[in-house]
């Protein structure tokens, strides 16, 4: 049986990153992603009533701001207009860029782009490569060590369930 996925991702890198992950071999279940930044935006309700039952919602977010109630109030959402869905938690403790380094070889994440500092990531220059998962895979890429720090207390009262998405 096909698993109905959706995620919710925060910025375009997100979804480079995503759409890598889901070329094969397969690192995550594959599935429709939507740019959203759930931290600070409320999902609209005509997205809300269009995620059928039984799918997987994922949600996918950076941690280094601990402000959470519009979090809070998207999980409420998705709860109140989503029945039977499952949630799925993939925070990035702190933002991408140290989930980067954390699942991968490099010991600063501006060895990924070739940029003098971490400041100097350019993110967009990952995020246009038309073959992320290639520069990913040349560092020795690791799924099972993305999404799974603890994230910062104001973010407590979510779940690390990653791995009902991961392959």
Request: charged residues 30%.
């Amino acid at each position: 049986m096909k698993s109905n996925v959706i995620y919710f991702v925060e910025g375009k890198c997100e979804v480079a990153l995503l759409q890598a992950l889901k070329k094969s071999p397969e690192k995550i279940i594959s599935g429709k992603i939507k740019e959203f930044n759930l931290v600070q935006k409320i999902i609209p309700k005509s997205i809300l009533i269009s995620i059928r039952p039984e799918t997987k919602v994922v949600f996918v977010f950076d941690t280094d701001v601990p402000v959470t109630q519009q979090l809070r109030n998207n999980i409420n959402q998705v709860k109140k207009f989503c029945p039977k869905v499952e949630i799925v938690f993939l925070p990035q403790v702190k933002n991408l860029e140290d989930e980067l380094e954390r699942c991968t070889d490099v010991s600063r994440i501006s060895d990924l782009t070739q940029s003098a500092s971490k400041k100097g990531f350019q993110k967009e220059i990952f995020c246009a490569n038309k073959n992320c998962r290639a520069v990913l895979d040349k560092h020795n890429f690791d799924i099972n060590k993305l999404w799974i720090t603890e994230p910062p207390e104001a973010f407590s009262f979510i779940t690390l369930n990653g791995k009902k998405i991961k392959k």
